[in-house]
C-alpha cells in the first residue's frame, strides 16, 4: 500500500521539526514550509495527499494560503494544526477548503488518525474542540427533526456569519435566528456553536 504523502507548513521550527519525528514512520514526508506563499508554491510543485499547516503564517496566512491551493485545482486534502479552540475559526476552515481541523495539544495518535481519515475522504475535527455523545451519529430521526428554516440557519453558522448576518440574509430578526441556533442545540444535545458545527458535520447536516 502507498504511503500517504505529506506537506506541513509551520513557521515554529521546533515543532515543525517535532511534526517530522512524530509522523515520519507512517507517512511519505514531502516537505515543510515556513510560510503561506512557500505553503503555495511547494503544494503545486509537489502534489502532496494531505498538507498539514497552521492558520497564523508569515506573509500569507493558512486560510488564504488553502483558498489559492483550492482555488488552483489542487486535490489535496488540508488538515488545519492549530492551537486555537475556536468556533469561528473552525467554521472558516472549512469554508475555505479545510478536511480537518486539529488541536496542536491533541495526541499524536489523534493526529494520525485525522490524517488517515481525511486522505480516505471523510472530515476530521479535533475531540478536544468539544465534548460530544459517543453513540453513532446516523440517526435519521436527528437529521429529520430539523426544520428547512434551521438548516438554512445552521448552513450560515458554518460559514461562520453572525447571527446578525444571518438574520438579514433570511430575512428574519436576529432574535429569531438566535432562536432558531438555540433550539437546534436542544435538539442535537450539544453546548456551543463549536459542538454544533462539529456533530453537524459528523451528521451530514452540512457539507
Do not use: W
Request: aromatic share 4%; with cysteine; net charge negative.
Amino acid at each position: 500500500m502507498e504511503r500517504i504523502r505529506l506537506l506541513l507548513a509551520d513557521d515554529h521550527v521546533m515543532f515543525a521539526q517535532g511534526l517530522v519525528s512524530l509522523l515520519r514512520d507512517e507517512f511519505e514526508l514531502l516537505g515543510t514550509v515556513a510560510n503561506g506563499e512557500q505553503l503555495v508554491d511547494a503544494s503545486l510543485s509537489l502534489h502532496p495527499d494531505v498538507i498539514l499547516c497552521d492558520i497564523s503564517m508569515p506573509i500569507v496566512n493558512g486560510f488564504d494560503a488553502v483558498r489559492k491551493i483550492k482555488a488552483s485545482g489542487s486535490e489535496a486534502k488540508v488538515i488545519f494544526l492549530t492551537m486555537h479552540n475556536d468556533a469561528s475559526l473552525l467554521a472558516e476552515a472549512f469554508r475555505c477548503g479545510a478536511s480537518g481541523y486539529v488541536l496542536k495539544h491533541a495526541a499524536g495518535e489523534e493526529l494520525a488518525n485525522a490524517i488517515r481519515d481525511v486522505a480516505a475522504g471523510r472530515n476530521y475535527i479535533s475531540s478536544l474542540i468539544s465534548r460530544l455523545p459517543e453513540e453513532p451519529l446516523t440517526n435519521p430521526t436527528q437529521k429529520s427533526t430539523l426544520t428547512p428554516r434551521q438548516r438554512e440557519v445552521l448552513e450560515l453558522i458554518s460559514r461562520g456569519l453572525t447571527m446578525k448576518e444571518i438574520a438579514a440574509q433570511l430575512n428574519i430578526s436576529t432574535r429569531t435566528a438566535e432562536s432558531h441556533k438555540y433550539e437546534m442545540m436542544q435538539t442535537l444535545g450539544v453546548e456551543t456553536t463549536a459542538d454544533l458545527i462539529r456533530y453537524s458535520l459528523r451528521l451530514g447536516l452540512i457539507s
